[in-house]
């Protein structure tokens, strides 16, 4: 049975408008990764990518779905299907790589927010000190906050790193018919397969696809019939992805493979807002660099709202404890939760004095890439095992094609991404 209490912050959740679940993990998806992955391929190939960016997008909108569907379908989150379904040994498994996993997206985190606010500031607050003070500020906030209090925080963040990206691509938008080209023409530059696996694999999110089955049962949209409204709801989340990573590879586009200029991702995020201050002056600089801090911020604390409830659902099915135990503890004010909480701000503060700070966010990367094919996998699996109720289906042909192709590209891209991780170590 559900508490007034909790009854009350899903009521509020509802006044929130157009905020919905899915809005809410593209958000929490979109951290600096993304935006240096999009930064890096733009300025190397140009527009010649774009169409990776709908790729990506499309492939984690058919694995949302299906979680989504599977979870309408069974009332079970993915974690509760991997419990009942599959070897106690997958789940034990899970669980270590998820706190592994999770202590390596809150450094990333702390990461980007340390250089989104020094690249704001123009170095005045300093990397570290920045990226403590963001850590700091989201663990009070999500710690007293309630549901309908995390929604209102996220809604602004997520207006404001949204425009100010959009604004900064129309404002280097150039040469229509090549930007037409890239979006609808999908080519491989000569020697840019690992760029295209890494576009592909790195717009929006990996692990936290798994939040929005919590984010739904927060959203009380439990019903078979919500399916329709579900599915409205992540492709306006997507939707949202392919603009905000197609603006990235533009202006990236526009500041350095136009201008024949070649950087690493050590200067991507400083000098994009160079560049972009160069090209159409400071206000550009200015609105990019409050974008690109809003995105992580709202990452930051999508990520460390939605997280802890994955880690209590894990401990809870460990654990075996009833169903109306498990439900608590997944609760934001429960002490599994608020363990898990603790666990992600205190793990995160080494890496605000990392001294290769971007290295955090590569390996950030790498661990989440080895989650897609395992999701596609079990879908794959699992989509098998129970019978789905009217008006839902499980998976159609043409979808199993398509999380096969997911399982084998994204096997691919985790395979790319640990051996350039071993180069560079």
Not at 252 to 259: G, K, L, N, P
Not at 304 to 328: G, T
Request: with cysteine; proline share 4%.
């Amino acid at each position: 049975m559900r508490s007034a209490g909790e009854s009350e912050q899903r009521a509020g959740s509802r006044k929130i408008g157009w905020l919905g679940p899915g809005l809410i993990m593209a958000a929490s998806g979109i951290g600096a990764s993304d935006v240096m992955t999009a930064t890096i391929g733009g300025a190397t190939y140009g527009g010649q990518l774009l169409w990776a960016v709908i790729l990506g997008s499309f492939f984690k909108f058919v694995l949302s779905e299906g979680m989504a569907r599977w979870q309408l379908a069974t009332g079970l989150t993915m974690l509760e299907g991997w419990a009942r379904h599959l070897p106690r040994w997958v789940l034990v498994g899970f669980a270590g790589y998820i706190v592994l996993w999770a202590v390596s997206v809150s450094g990333a985190l702390i990461t980007g927010c340390g250089l989104g606010i020094e690249n704001l500031t123009g170095g005045a607050v300093p990397r570290s000190w920045g990226g403590l003070v963001h850590g700091a500020l989201a663990f009070v906030f999500i710690y007293l906050a309630r549901t309908r209090g995390f929604e209102r925080a996220m809604k602004p963040l997520i207006v404001v790193m949204f425009l100010s990206i959009v604004i900064c691509a129309g404002f280097a938008f150039r040469e229509p018919a090549a930007v037409l080209k890239g979006l609808l023409l999908p080519t491989v530059p000569s020697g840019g397969g690992a760029y295209v696996l890494s576009v592909i694999g790195g717009i929006g999110g990996s692990l936290t696809l798994l939040s929005y089955n919590y984010l739904l049962r927060a959203d009380r949209k439990v019903s078979p019939g919500e399916l329709p409204g579900v599915r409205r709801d992540l492709l306006l989340a997507y939707v949202f992805t392919v603009v905000f990573g197609v603006s990235v590879m533009l202006i990236a586009s526009r500041t350095f493979h136009a201008m024949e200029v070649t950087i690493s991702g050590d200067d991507a995020v400083s000098g994009m807002a160079r560049h972009l201050g160069e090209l159409i002056g400071p206000l550009g600089s200015w609105i990019y660099s409050i974008g690109f801090w809003a995105a992580v911020t709202a990452s930051l604390v999508g990520v460390w709202q939605s997280v802890p409830s994955m880690l209590a659902d894990c401990y809870a099915l460990l654990r075996r404890l009833p169903d109306d135990q498990r439900d608590a503890a997944m609760q934001m004010k429960s002490p599994v939760y608020r363990a898990g909480l603790i666990f992600m701000a205190v793990t995160s503060v080494p890496f605000a004095f990392a001294a290769r700070p971007l290295a955090v966010i590569v390996v950030f990367t790498v661990l989440g890439s080895l989650f897609i094919p395992f999701l596609a996998g079990t879908l794959l699996y699992l989509n098998k095992r129970v019978l789905f109720p009217a008006p839902l289906r499980c998976n159609r042909p043409l979808t199993n094609v398509v999380l096969v192709v997911v399982l084998m590209g994204f096997g691919a891209v985790g395979v790319v991404e640990i051996l350039e991780l071993c180069q560079n170590l």
